[in-house]
């Protein structure tokens, strides 16, 4: 990938993702394998003013060895200074700038009950900085290619020419074309979701219910008055960022305790680097209560049974079957991409923004509002060609939100 | 380089230079450019019973990046986090793993004053962690070869040959044949230091006289019943370990502020990515008073005026002009090959070990022995072919240590 290109998908990520400001610090976690962009990551932030830039490096050859070797008390502990870190962080509240690139398959078997409770056993460590950093920060995610994930994505060109591939892919979904200007096309983005959110707020639908030939029929219901966002965010120190370098979703989060019925996914989960593919799963009473998959079955349990919420949803997300990522026709595995391909809900922790007021409010008030706490929020695919989301208001007028995958409204 | 003599490299650096002790914790330093032999080292730790491996990954880039936009005041200050790291580390004592391998001139051209200061300034904070650990705990320094060292050993080959090379080299000098047994071929190398070192701490030198037709003419006084190290090491904690692989040296520290005349550099010196070369200087009352040098003059000059301590020697090593690393013909540009192909001495700290009973000492014990502190520890070569040093008992006999370059006892 040309360096010209690479430099303005940099400032991109440093600019409108995370948008970063001068005198704040800036943390970057990324992988090894990704020193050229990181470098220029890096001297973007710089370059606007970042106080200072740490890269909190990670390698999943090195993390696989970890989950086999160390035993699972010691994988659960976080040493002293770790912890002074996470601390430091919630006072600091830097810039998080995070770049996907591992093999969505890397850790392919390694002991999924161990990894599951050591990470759960260490974010439950580190929950209370987490907490109070909520909405108070900016993030940002965006992709690189390794060369395993592009061979996952391309398998029969050479890795050379994978990577290349899934570089285009990339910038092209992140809207960085070899000649405009992607900081003005991130705006016109971020126009067209306020307007789409402002309509879906103002229904304040009661509940949706989602229907699809493959098998799936299920009613979740909303909380009043509930927010649905798109695209840019404002965190609560005044500062317009974007979360997701690609977005193309809206979404809110749901009432605790309310959703009824089955969602079949359409596309395979990478979860904690091992792939779950062709799976469903029941809700009663807004919980998890059962499930199959083709493969990785045991993946998908353990993480639906990480902690109490972690079998409620935390997220519901409409995306267009015609999305620009979703024409590509890449299946990406990675859910970054996918999930903007596809119509996707999530399991785990929800967003308290998506409550009118949330500015005003701490993270125990949300939750007892209806936002579901959990260690995870993982999100799963379920648009399809023919799915249906019918929007049902207060008064119990049908509005038809989605029809054969695409927006109705 | 074929996997198998890597992996016989790996056991070497786990089992022979740190030693690590099953139970034991132990840190990796590694640039992100040597994933694969970092992680064969993680495995190698593991297998011996390590409680848990972190690797402490950088990147030169990077690095050049905080150098050039971050503020002196900025660069100066250590993060509480990164203090309790190096608390944790006096207390737990985990084997260190140092795996050299960054282009020796890549920071070419950071600003040196800034950058000497900074470092400074970090280290002075964690001093009293890193003098709480003297002796106390295992650690080694290996290599592994980056695209930009190779190049700069081999200029004229390809960057994938010149890796090669490199990697060649270096498993020459480590003893790792494709058909040998590494760990046998040290021990070896171990019990003929030993032998050595007994000889010379024996004559109780007063002081050692110094000269070369290249201009090196000096004197520098001893302390009494020093102890000449060289090869492995016993720490306080009972375990024998290799700090440098390769090591071909035999060294002691000499009596602070009692040395007089002038050193002159065989071979280029790295020091903080920035090359020094052709370069002298003169000591007056065992302190660096003049100083010049072809290139990075003021590099040297910085390093000198670090702190009190860092214009005064903190070693003095033998190393014959005819050792297996000088013979391969090879200028490493990095210290720890350089080091091992030629007689040097250090500026900066020197090594409590070489007082007889450091066991019962602290540290501020040794220094009022004699022994120099200082924030750095810098090795010059200054070995030649017609290299003389003669040493000279308290009882006044002469004694040629070295003639032409090579052991004369």
Not at 13 to 33: C, E, H, M
Not at 83 to 105: F, Q, R, T, V
Request: aromatic share 10%.
């Amino acid at each position: 990938m040309d360096k010209k290109r690479l430099k303005k998908y940099a400032e991109l990520t440093v600019k409108v993702g995370a948008n970063v400001q001068k005198g704040q610090g800036v943390i970057i976690n990324a992988s090894v394998d990704q020193e050229e962009f990181v470098a220029l990551i890096t001297e973007e932030a710089y370059r606007v003013g970042a106080k200072w830039v740490e890269v909190q490096w990670s390698s999943q050859n090195v993390t696989r060895l970890h989950q086999n070797y160390q035993t699972l008390e010691q994988l659960s502990k976080m040493p002293h200074w770790q912890e002074e870190k996470h601390k430091m962080m919630a006072e600091e509240l830097p810039a998080m700038i995070h770049i996907l690139s591992d093999d969505p398959d890397g850790l392919n078997g390694v002991d999924q009950e161990k990894m599951q409770k050591s990470n759960a056993a260490r974010r439950k460590i580190v929950k209370k900085y987490r907490d109070a950093m909520e909405n108070r920060h900016q993030w940002t995610i965006v992709a690189a290619p390794s060369k395993a994930w592009a061979k996952k994505v391309f398998p029969g060109l050479t890795c050379a020419k994978a990577k290349d591939q899934l570089w285009e892919a990339i910038l092209q979904t992140v809207r960085v074309d070899k000649s405009n200007d992607p900081i003005e096309a991130w705006a016109e983005h971020n126009r067209n979701f306020q307007e789409k959110c402002k309509v879906l707020t103002e229904y304040d639908f009661d509940r949706l219910h989602y229907t699809s030939s493959n098998g799936t029929d299920f009613t979740v219901w909303l909380i009043p008055h509930a927010r649905w966002i798109g695209g840019g965010e404002t965190a609560l120190n005044g500062v317009y960022y974007n979360p997701n370098m690609p977005t193309e979703e809206i979404f809110t989060s749901p009432m605790k305790g309310k959703a009824e019925g089955k969602l079949v996914s359409t596309k395979p989960l990478s979860y904690q680097g091992q792939l779950i593919e062709d799976f469903s799963i029941t809700f009663e009473a807004g919980k998890a209560v059962e499930w199959e998959a083709r493969k990785g079955e045991d993946v998908l349990g353990h993480m639906i049974q990480t902690d109490e919420g972690s079998a409620y949803l935390g997220e519901l997300a409409l995306v267009p079957y015609d999305s620009p990522i979703s024409n590509a026709g890449i299946l990406f595995y990675e859910t970054l991409f996918d999930e903007n391909a596809s119509c996707h809900v999530a399991l785990g922790r929800g967003f308290s923004m998506a409550l009118d007021g949330f500015e005003a409010m701490t993270w125990e008030e949300a939750t007892n509002k209806g936002i579901n706490d959990s260690l995870i929020h993982v999100d799963f695919m379920i648009g399809s060609g023919d799915l249906s989301v019918d929007g049902y208001t207060r008064e119990g007028k049908k509005v038809t939100v989605f029809h054969n995958g695409n927006w109705a409204l």
